[in-house]
């Protein structure tokens, strides 16, 4: 199971990635930073995912989300992603998530 991590800024822009979450998304590290991730998303899903991302783009304790990508060489992927705000003492300051590879438990 590819279980891929990430970390945004406040304002939804990823910051970090794992390498597992690259693996996932067929993108180097510089590729998958700030939004570039969300040219994976599959056309069918694009509007629903950035319009479920409005709302956690704050302090949403939990957000989850399952979508699907699509990853030359390995063909649609079915992800499930699940995020917790990450709040300090200034404030909201971003969002720290998992993104997992449910493709195999999608079509069994």
């Excluded at 079915?78 to 300051?93: D, K, P, Q």
Aim: proline share 3%.
């Amino acid at each position: 199971m590819q279980i891929g991590m990430y970390r945004t800024d406040a304002s939804g822009r990823c910051v970090w990635v794992n390498s597992r979450l690259c693996e996932l998304f067929g993108l180097e590290r510089e590729e998958i930073l700030e939004l570039g991730w969300t040219k994976r998303i599959h056309p069918d899903d694009v509007a629903r995912v950035q319009q479920s991302r409005a709302h956690a783009i704050g302090p949403l304790r939990m957000f989850q989300i399952d979508y699907r990508i699509e990853v030359p060489g390995a063909g649609t992927r079915s992800v499930s992603a699940f995020s917790t705000a990450l709040i300090t003492s200034g404030g909201f300051a971003g969002r720290i998530g998992i993104v997992r590879d449910v493709t195999d438990e999608r079509d069994a």
